[in-house]
């Protein structure tokens, strides 16, 4: 299994511009979490979704920011415009059943820089 | 409030030398707690879940312990290596959506 994968794995990008990330999460996971890491804060989780629909997108910081996932193996990120505080490391995770005995398998992350 | 400290925020120590992270947290209910292993530029990977019956688990130089009356966790490394150098982080799932510490650094000099 090739794991969670996402792309690209670093972003440089100028204030203002929109930025799509990626994830292809492991196949047969049915939950499919957005995490974004920072060293203030550390981990905090954005959105989830359950079998394609997202569950709860109270994580989400602002309307800049969205996410979907149209089908079991494809979501994105998108961030709209984007601004020098969303410079953060981005993780994708995938986990099966959503039981909190289960591990969460992350993606190797995106690294974005906002200018 | 559900909460996850962790401590210390970052650790220094000799190849070799042993070294014992801690986890408090205050969720409630509890069922079960993670400990992660971050290598830089890389993604958590789990090093070993303690359920609420479990006191103590090992996985190999890694040894957790869990005592779910104080609420406190803590990750032992014995005869540390240069590539036990990463942040180590604890989750904790609340009602809604997992709790997260914000890790240890650990670095391991030679």
């Known amino acids: 299994d090739a794991g969670v994968i996402q792309s690209p794995r670093h972003e440089v990008t100028e204030m203002g511009q929109e930025v799509t990330l990626r994830c292809k999460p492991i196949?047969?996971?049915?939950?499919l979490f957005w995490y974004r890491q920072t060293m203030m804060r550390g981990l905090e989780l954005l959105i989830y979704?359950?079998?394609?629909?997202?569950?709860?997108d109270s994580g989400m910081p602002e309307d800049r920011f969205s996410a979907k996932m149209p089908n079991a193996s494809f979501s994105t990120l998108k961030i709209q415009p984007s601004e020098p505080r969303d410079s953060a490391v981005y993780f994708c995770?995938?986990?099966?059943?959503?039981?909190?005995?289960?591990?969460?398998?992350f993606g190797p992350g995106t690294r974005l820089t906002v200018l | 409030k559900n909460q996850v400290e962790q401590s210390p925020q970052s650790l220094i120590i000799l190849e070799g030398k042993n070294c014992t992270l801690q986890?408090?947290?205050?969720?409630?209910?509890?069922?079960?707690l993670r400990w992660y292993k971050q290598d830089t530029g890389r993604g958590p990977v789990s090093l070993t879940i303690?359920?609420?019956?479990?006191n103590t688990k090992s996985n190999g130089r890694y040894t957790a312990t869990l005592d779910a009356d104080t609420k406190q966790s803590s990750l032992h490394i014995t005869a540390s290596q240069l590539s036990d150098s990463a942040s180590y982080i604890c989750?904790?799932?609340?009602?809604?959506?997992?709790?997260f510490g914000t890790g240890t650094r650990l670095k391991v000099l030679a």
């Open positions: 995770a995938s986990t099966l059943h959503g039981s909190s005995y289960n591990e969460q398998f």
């Open positions: 196949s047969g996971h049915d939950y």
């Open positions: 979704f359950n079998n394609n629909v997202p569950i709860d």
């Open positions: 986890c408090n947290y205050t969720v409630s209910p509890f069922s079960n």
């Open positions: 303690m359920t609420f019956s479990e």
């Open positions: 989750v904790v799932p609340g009602t809604y959506k997992y709790i």
